[in-house]
């Protein structure tokens, strides 16, 4: 098993910055990539970025391109979400999710982390 956990959610005004970790731990080896997923309420859940734990470049869904960067410190099993030019439609649970492969489905990722809180004030 894997276990996720994700914090730096929080309040931040229109245009602020925040950083998201995602901390893996247990059997970390049954991952290879980690993706970032947002859902607002009444809205379908979205894949944000992912990245691979190895090597490669990270995946980033055009509308956070150039504002969310997503990053990894392989020695602390963090993978790390600076997001930045925060609008008040960033406001959404924010998840990060583990898997095999790097996917834009969020099906194909196995473990998932309990989501915090993002909410950008206007």
């Known amino acids: 098993q894997v276990q996720l956990v994700e914090s730096g959610g929080g309040l931040v005004q229109a245009g602020g910055s925040l950083r998201l970790s995602c901390a893996a731990s247990?059997?970390?080896?049954?991952?290879?990539?980690l993706g970032w997923f947002r859902q607002a309420p009444g809205k379908e859940r979205e894949l944000l970025a992912a990245?691979?734990?190895?090597?490669?470049?990270?995946y980033y869904v055009d509308s956070v391109k150039g504002r969310f960067t997503t990053s990894r410190d392989n020695a602390k099993n963090t993978v790390y979400l600076q997001m930045n030019s925060l609008k008040p439609e960033d406001t959404a649970v924010y998840s990060c999710?583990?898997?095999?492969?790097?996917?834009?489905?969020?099906?194909?990722?196995?473990?998932w982390g309990q989501g915090t809180q993002v909410t950008v004030s206007s």
């Open positions: 247990g059997r970390t080896i049954s991952t290879r990539a």
């Open positions: 999710a583990g898997g095999r492969e790097m996917s834009v489905v969020a099906d194909n990722y196995q473990y």
């Open positions: 990245i691979r734990w190895n090597a490669g470049a990270p």
